[in-house]
């Protein structure tokens, strides 16, 4: 029999929902003997996991432990040598972050290592390792970090002076309030150096929410400080890049030679052993959740990780989650505010200078008009003085559905409830849900018409057509798919600040932070679907969208005085669209906290989705009900209301049927506690014979999209 205390306990990445949850018990590696110490928590050690051999992390003894009998317990291989523990801190996020969201430790702590950390076998990475590990700690040489004070900058605004004198004063979590070009991200850098200057060890982490906007933040990350602290200094981290690339960024940040770490999401988990700071941009963003796996959202872990490793956050946006601004309403955040745009403060025509924001009242065009007259006009001006146009429409493609005239027959996708979309291009029927392509029939399915039509418009139609309404100018097209391929989206983004397209047609996609110079007027085409949707969130989605978009027009102090956001609607009187033309966020935002108040929704109350996918859609419904009523016989369930199974919005994805129940309570930790009482009926109810259609179940606590 094995003493309990000479077993180590391993996290290692368990299938979802297999019910090992917990720490897995090995013997320490041969050669370990008890004369050797202890391994540490957070040692990377190798362990065979049924057949495989697989990465996992030592972790502390648990409280309660259930021994297997001794020969099943197995002897782990070994240590990966050279590799500093993974630190406590580190271990607590884990162990949060798989306990507020309902998953496995060791999924959590696996999915956040780099996959060759993970994949590798020994000897390959012992190759890896020995090549990368080279690169040392950071040297303790004083005399660099003088050198930070002599770094190019520009001479701070008043406001940014105002909110660097707060964040040095206060302990935060900050929620930086501060319009698009108001110099949030100089706020940023400056922070950073202050840091990076008092204590020659410290890391900060800064996170945004694409992928496509870290090339932008990594230039002038590392235009400010590469030349100080050297090229190894800044590192990136996101999904894109190579495993040796992640590898090599992940162990800079874990051996603390990195110093800033700009990254996505994951980034969120990266091994930072003296993180001081962390700034997450554009918190409203939705891609902070993560829509897969563990459904976490960044930002929110952000948060509990800086509180927990007494780490600086800063939360910055022009148009912040509907959840943090109500912190910053009640005191939880410190609110910091920052309203203009450098260089614009002394000039007094509009208020601020952000750009006029104009409704087109589309009842008034003439009928089936896609562009209003007027808008065409301006679009052409623009041009004429050698400036830029953006136009938006949130829908890619030619046209979302292709129909017969004759008969009844549309493009609805085999495999999802769904219409696949038209794209012209190369001629084919693409589903959005499930990748189905297909060329376009040359005749309709159905009756053999040949006249196939499209309904409705998307981009690429957009593209088309604006070549013919506006003969002679520059039009090009930036979404999904014109930047499928690697560097496309690079070569398009050069173009535009070359000064090379006249008009840039796109989705959501060319709205989000890029830095363009030479645009002064924004139009959304077709916003209206964001007003009146069933998803609460729905307007909160479209203020930031043309908020942000609007922060693209008139980015220079030259053109900012003319700088215009047109917006085509058939409902100019909405309350959404006046506040966006004061650029009163403030306002927008209570008209929209005081509805959910009344509503119950959040941030007043917490939710969580139960999600079953199966088969038929009886089946999963019929799951998300026994769940249910294995849910309200718990003790817990006294203060948390369970609605109805029903079919999502797309209801079959790839055959798959899918449903869901919402969850909610007004209270996060009865919530939490009725979710951790709840998870062991929900294994038991996969795991029985009359569920056996359900191909799986998920829990998305905090979801965004209900
Ligand atoms: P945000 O992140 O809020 O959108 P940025 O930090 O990108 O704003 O600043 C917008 C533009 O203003 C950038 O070109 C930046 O270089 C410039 N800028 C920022 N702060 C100052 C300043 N104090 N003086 C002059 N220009 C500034
Ligand atoms: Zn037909
Ligand atoms: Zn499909």
């Not at 012992?126 to 520009?154: C, G, M, T």
Request: charged letters at 20%; hydrophobic letters at 40%; aromatic letters at 6%.
């Amino acid at each position: 029999m094995d003493p309990v205390d000479t077993l180590l306990f391993v996290l290692v990445a368990t299938p979802a929902h297999s019910g090992l949850g917990m720490a897995l018990p090995y013997r320490a590696p041969r050669g370990t003997g008890t004369a050797a110490p202890p391994l540490s928590s957070g040692t990377l050690i190798r362990v065979p996991l049924g057949k495989r051999e697989t990465l996992g992390v030592v972790v502390p003894r648990p409280e309660h432990v259930e021994l297997p009998a001794t020969d099943r317990i197995r002897t782990a291989s070994a240590v990966l040598e050279g590799l500093a523990p993974l630190s406590a801190h580190w271990l607590a996020l884990v162990q949060f972050a798989a306990g507020y969201y309902q998953r496995a430790a060791g999924e959590i702590a696996l999915a956040a290592l780099p996959p060759p950390l993970r994949e590798l076998d020994g000897i390959q990475l012992d190759r890896r390792l020995k090549k990368f590990i080279k690169i040392k700690e950071f040297p303790d040489n004083p005399s660099q970090y003088s050198a930070i004070h002599k770094v190019a900058k520009p001479l701070h605004t008043a406001e940014q002076q105002a909110v660097l004198a707060q964040i040095t004063a206060q302990t935060g979590p900050f929620l930086l309030f501060g319009a698009t070009g108001s110099g949030k991200t100089e706020v940023y850098l400056q922070t950073v150096q202050d840091l990076l200057t008092a204590d020659p060890r410290a890391q900060a982490l800064v996170m945004v929410p694409e992928i496509n906007l870290t090339p932008q933040l990594e230039a002038r990350f590392r235009a400010r400080f590469e030349p100080i602290l050297g090229a190894q200094a800044v590192v990136a981290m996101h999904s894109a890049m190579t495993p040796p690339q992640r590898l090599q960024s992940w162990l800079a940040a874990h051996q603390g030679s990195a110093r800033i770490v700009l990254g996505t999401r994951l980034a969120v988990f990266a091994s930072m052993p003296h993180l001081r700071l962390i700034i997450v941009d554009e918190e409203h963003d939705p891609s902070y959740k993560q829509t897969e796996g563990a459904r976490y959202s960044a930002r929110d872990l952000a948060v509990w990780r800086g509180r927990n490793e007494s780490a600086r956050v800063i939360l910055g946006s022009a148009t912040p989650s509907l959840e943090s601004w109500q912190h910053a309403l009640t005191g939880r955040y410190t609110r910091l505010e920052m309203t203009h745009r450098p260089g614009t403060e002394l000039i007094g025509v509009r208020p601020q200078l952000l750009p006029l924001v104009r409704t087109v009242d589309m009842t008034r065009q003439p009928a089936r008009t896609i562009i209003a007259p007027p808008l065409l006009a301006a679009i052409r001006e623009r041009a004429e003085r050698s400036e830029q146009s953006l136009l938006l429409l949130n829908r890619r493609g030619y046209a979302p559905v292709l129909a017969c005239g004759a008969c009844e027959w549309k493009s609805e996708c085999p495999h999802c409830s769904a219409y696949r979309v038209f794209h012209k291009i190369d001629r084919s029927l693409r589903c959005h849900h499930c990748g189905h392509t297909e060329p376009v029939p040359r005749a309709c399915p159905g009756c053999g018409n040949v006249d196939l039509q499209t309904v409705g418009r998307g981009t690429e139609w957009l593209e088309e057509h604006l070549t013919e309404l506006l003969g002679g100018l520059r039009i090009a097209r930036m979404d999904a798919d014109s930047t499928r391929r690697q560097g496309e989206l690079e070569r398009g983004l050069a173009q535009v600040h070359a000064g090379e397209v006249d008009v840039l047609v796109g989705t959501q996609m060319i709205a989000k932070g890029h830095d363009f110079r030479h645009v002064t007027l924004v139009a959304a085409i077709n916003p209206d679907g964001g007003l009146f949707s069933s998803d609460f969130r729905a307007p909160e989605r479209l203020f930031s969208l043309l908020l942000q978009a609007a922060g693209r027009a008139g980015r220079s102090a030259d053109h900012v005085a003319q700088a215009e956001v047109w917006i085509q609607t058939q409902h100019p009187q909405h309350p959404l669209f006046a506040a966006l033309k004061k650029h009163d966020f403030p306002g927008f935002a209570a008209l929209q906290l005081t509805d959910r108040q009344q509503a119950g929704l959040p941030p007043f109350s917490f939710q969580a989705l139960l999600r079953a996918d199966a088969r038929t859609q009886e089946a999963a419904q019929q799951f998300l009900q026994a769940a249910a009523q294995a849910g309200s016989a718990l003790a817990e369930s006294e203060r948390v209301s369970l609605y109805p199974a029903v079919p999502l919005g797309v209801q079959r994805v790839a055959n798959i049927e899918r449903a869901q129940m919402l969850i909610e309570s007004a209270s996060r930790p009865a919530l939490q506690r009725f979710m951790a009482a709840w998870q062991p009926d929900l294994l038991h109810l996969r795991q029985s014979a009359e569920h056996k259609a359900v191909v799986r179940w998920l829990l998305d606590v905090d979801p965004l999209l209900i």
